[in-house]
């Protein structure tokens, strides 16, 4: 009985799955390039792709970090290729390439983006909340290019910096946010990606957090492949950070260069870079956020507790919120300041890193 009864429940589940139409109302995606079509996006999260490579013999989409999985299309006679993905995708932004023949390349339809250590296609899936880094009519900071010199790795590097609504106008000093990028990624991802800028803009102009400088560097010092963060070391990046680009930083830019003035975050690679800098250099930063790579303990921040100002978590709730949860709790019986933070329905994504950014903004500098 119990096996009919679970037969039963499954060809009505199986039922239910493929009626379940399809709506057409797809739209370009906002990250196509200018005037092409596809890929297209409906209001369910579905995506279409379309492709013309009329002497392909297959052409698979592969989608997220690193291009895993995939979407087969189907070839249609006037040489194109086209398919849907067989299910919604989250909410926010995603990498894709394209395999045709057992080759990757990128979608011509689409904008590239630096992910997975190359140029990847992006596809943005229109989110319920994507107010808060839309394009408004606001005042607007800007995004600096900077150059700086770094000896220790015998060239120039390169580094952007937000500066916030009237900086160009007043002689205010402002506080830092030094916020890392991922693994794969570069120190263009959390401008394009992650639309930093424009979060900050529209939390400033609601008057919800207190406007700082943003920097963005590249972080991946000496390179890793995907599977080997094991062999990834901290000390030329820390050199670079603490030794090189702060300083000019402070030189440069009307900061207020003091360690109560001074944060570091980062997402996934970059929040480990974070936590081993933040907790090798407690004289230089006051408040650390980890966005979806691991959690402080009380053990690792207890000699420090009179510097720290913030420590705030974050994670998607498809990723492993209960530690994080927990390592907040934690920390706050001990007696620090600390948030935690989920990002409904989303996993190890930008969708997480833009909503960590708006709930981290308006703790800084307090």
């Known amino acids: 009985m119990k096996h009919l009864v679970l037969s039963l429940f499954l060809s009505c589940s199986l039922f239910l799955v493929q009626a379940q139409e399809i709506k057409e109302d797809f739209k370009p995606s906002t990250k196509n390039q200018p005037g092409q079509e596809y890929p297209m996006v409906n209001s369910q999260g579905y995506a279409r792709f379309k492709i013309i490579a009329p002497a392909a013999d297959s052409v698979r989409v592969s989608l ?28 926010g932004f995603h990498y894709y390439n394209l395999n045709i023949d057992g080759g990757k390349f990128n979608d011509p339809g689409a904008l590239n983006y630096y992910g997975s250590i190359r140029w990847e296609s992006g596809i943005e899936i229109p989110a319920h909340d994507q107010d808060f880094y839309a394009l408004k009519d606001v005042p607007h900071g800007h995004v600096h290019q900077i150059l700086f010199p770094s000896p220790s790795t015998k060239t120039s590097r390169r580094a952007f910096v937000y500066t916030p609504p009237g900086y160009e106008t007043n002689t205010q000093r402002y506080p830092v946010l030094y916020l890392q990028h991922g693994w794969g990624e570069d120190e263009t991802a959390w401008s394009n990606q ?21 920097v963005m560097t590249y972080g991946m010092t000496n390179e890793v492949r995907m599977g080997g963060m094991r062999d990834f070391k901290i000390e030329p990046f820390q050199t670079v950070l603490i030794n ?29 870079e974070t936590k081993t800098i933040t907790l090798g250099n407690p004289d230089v930063f006051s408040h650390y956020a980890l966005l979806s790579g691991g959690t402080y303990s009380v053990d690792d921040v207890k000699a420090n507790k009179d510097k720290i100002k913030l420590l705030f978590i974050s994670t998607g709730s498809k990723e492993r919120p209960d530690p994080v949860k927990a390592a907040v709790v934690a920390l706050k019986e001990a007696g620090f300041n600390a948030v935690s933070y989920v990002s409904e329905g989303t996993a190890h994504e930008f969708q997480t890193w833009r909503r960590s950014l708006r709930e981290l903004a308006p703790l800084l500098f307090k």
């Open 64 to 91: 997220g970090l690193g291009g895993q999985g995939g979407t087969k299309l189907q070839k249609a006679a006037d040489g194109s290729w086209m398919g849907t993905t067989a299910g919604p995708m989250d909410e």
């Open 244 to 272: 090189e680009l702060i300083p000019y930083v402070d030189s440069k830019f009307r900061t207020l260069a003091d360690q109560p003035n001074r944060a570091m975050g980062g997402l996934s690679m970059g929040a480990m």
């Open 194 to 214: 992650g639309h930093a800028n424009l979060i900050m803009d529209n939390l400033i102009a609601e008057g919800k957090t207190k406007p700082f400088i943003i």
